[in-house]
Antibody
């Protein structure tokens, strides 16, 4: 079955850019949407963005100005960049497959295990 | 933005009991585009229900979802020890938002 694995630095300095990659195994990245979701320690879930394998994107309006999501079908990977980070961006970042229905935005299954990114100098 | 409010914040029950978790939306969720997830400590969320009432693959039939419009419910018919966790609802009819979660704890 499809499995996802996040990778990237666990510590980012304030004002810098957070960069994460999600590797998809056990299936092709083609024909699906792929998403990033985050969870600050002890808090709830926040959707960040998703991307179709062809490259079309959808962003959370509250984060859109700082987020870039991209896909590399040759590597079966997709990536997240979040610029100008602050301590408020400290969170566990999850990648997930998004199942997007007609006229909707999608639910998430499966999820990666998540990676903690701390923003601190 | 549709705001989802889950209640109660914490639910204390015993194994074998029935659990009823509520998710109320600030405006109608189109096409019943609502999902439920279970999250255990240190783990990623797991999809339980999508489309308000469709169980995800491999989810036991003691989990059921219902509702439409602004009021949705997740019911666990007979609690097993492994069901004690945090549960989140998520709507995907108008952008994507999550509820704040309900913690289901052992009484």
């Amino acid at each position: 079955q499809v499995q996802l694995q996040e990778s990237g630095p666990g510590l980012v300095k304030p004002s810098e850019t957070l960069s994460l990659t999600c590797t998809v195994s056990g299936g092709s990245i083609r024909s699906y949407y792929w998403s990033w979701i985050r969870q600050p320690p002890g808090k709830g879930l926040e959707w960040i963005a998703y991307i179709y394998y062809s490259g079309s994107t959808n962003y959370n309006p509250s984060l859109k100005s700082r987020v870039t999501i991209s896909v590399d079908t040759s590597k079966n990977q997709f990536s997240l960049k979040l610029s100008s980070v602050t301590a408020a961006d400290t969170a566990v970042y999850y990648c997930a497959r998004a199942l997007v229905p007609a006229n909707g935005y999608g639910w998430f299954d499966p999820w990666g295990q998540g990676t903690l990114v701390t923003v601190s100098s | 933005e549709i705001v989802l409010t889950q209640s109660p914040g914490t639910l204390s029950l015993s194994p074998g009991e029935r659990a009823t978790l509520s998710c109320r939306a600030s405006q109608s969720v189109s096409s019943s585009y609502l999902a439920w997830y279970q999250q255990k400590p240190g783990q990623a969320p797991r999809l339980l229900i999508y489309g308000a009432s469709s169980r995800a693959t491999g989810i036991p039939d003691r989990f059921s979802g219902s509702g439409s419009g602004t009021d949705f419910t997740l019911t666990i018919s007979r609690l097993e020890p492994e069901d004690f966790a945090v549960y989140y609802c998520q709507q995907y009819g108008s952008s994507l938002t999550f509820g704040q979660g309900t913690r289901l704890e052992i009484k």
